[in-house]
């Protein structure tokens, strides 16, 4: 795992365990309501059950972000390309993907986020792979813009009436947000 990537303040970086599922989904459900309340339709309003993370942890590829006191941050990064998004065409296997990544209000706009995609990105080189992926709320623009703003390009936007995401976006694996703004 990539440990340059530089954190505000002092954060572990860690694979989540079994004791962290409580709270990953307390995580992820404060986030799921926070989008509701901005009339963004991304994730389930209230989370999503623990069956839905469990095999994430168990698989090794949720991560939370630790500040000493408990998660502050997550997300997930594996090799699974949405069948429903990314097709053959794309190449699936060339990227890493980003899923439930979430960030702790308390911590909004410090730039945990953006670290995090980071270290997704350097981890996605480490491994091989050119791209680092991943998908969000096709009527979210305001998130639409903040990922373009990280150096991801739209790729296309999926419309399927079943599901709230779709709009696709990657970036080059082992960019990051410094080497995005400045091109």
Excluded at 153 to 172: I, K, M, N, Q, W
Aim: charge should be positive; aromatic fraction near 8%; charged fraction near 25%.
């Amino acid at each position: 795992m990539p440990s340059h990537i530089l954190l505000p303040g002092k954060f572990t970086l860690r694979g989540a365990v079994p004791d962290d599922l409580p709270s990953v989904l307390s995580l992820l459900a404060d986030a799921a309501r926070w989008l509701a309340s901005q009339g963004v339709r991304q994730w389930p309003a209230d989370g999503f059950p623990a069956s839905r993370i469990e095999p994430l942890i168990e698989t090794g590829t949720m991560y939370v972000l630790d500040d000493g006191r408990g998660a502050a941050a997550t997300v997930a990064l594996d090799g699974h390309a949405d069948p429903e998004f990314w097709g053959r065409d794309d190449r699936p296997d060339t990227a890493r993907y980003v899923h439930k990544l979430a960030v702790s209000r308390a911590y909004a706009g410090k730039g945990l986020g953006e670290a995090l995609l980071d270290w997704a990105g350097l981890r996605a080189a480490a491994d091989g792979r050119r791209w680092l992926r991943l998908d969000c709320s096709k009527d979210n623009l305001r998130l639409q813009r903040y990922y373009a703003e990280l150096g991801f390009r739209h790729v296309r936007t999926v419309d399927l009436a079943h599901r709230a995401s779709g709009a696709l976006f990657e970036r080059p694996a082992g960019a990051t947000v410094t080497s995005a703004r400045t091109r």
